[in-house]
């Protein structure tokens, strides 16, 4: 069974960054692909970026140019940069892991609340 553990939200100013972390149990993190998701208040979980085991990466348009997924094998963990946070951001954000197919998550963690206002 692979847990995943996300870590790094808060509060923080319209403007500023954050930087999330998804710790994963278990050595298959190397070969799955990776996403960072978000599900605000009412509405939707949706996909905020995804990185593949070989490190190409996916963004949605929200998130393009403000946004960076990264990934350190060695450590099990996958990185979600946010910059230039805006108050729609506002959501709690989950961890997932695709380690069969990118049609279905294996795994995914309980989420780190992030929340951006002054």
């Known amino acids: 069974q692979v847990q995943l553990v996300e870590s790094g939200g808060g509060l923080v100013q319209p403007g500023g960054s954050l930087r999330l972390s998804c710790a994963a149990s278990?050595?298959?993190?190397?070969?799955?692909?990776m996403g960072w998701y978000r599900q605000a208040p009412g509405k939707e979980r949706e996909l905020v970026a995804l990185i593949t085991s070989s490190g190409s990466t996916n963004y949605a348009d929200s998130a393009k140019g403000r946004f960076t997924i990264s990934r350190d094998n060695a450590k099990y963990t996958v990185y979600l940069q946010m910059n230039s946070l805006k108050p729609e951001d506002t959501a709690v954000y989950y961890c997932?892991?695709?380690?069969?197919?990118?049609?279905?998550?294996?795994?995914w963690g309980r989420g780190t609340q992030v929340t951006v206002s002054s």
């Open positions: 997932y892991a695709y380690v069969s197919t990118l049609a279905r998550p294996d795994y």
């Open positions: 278990g050595s298959i993190f190397s070969r799955s692909a």
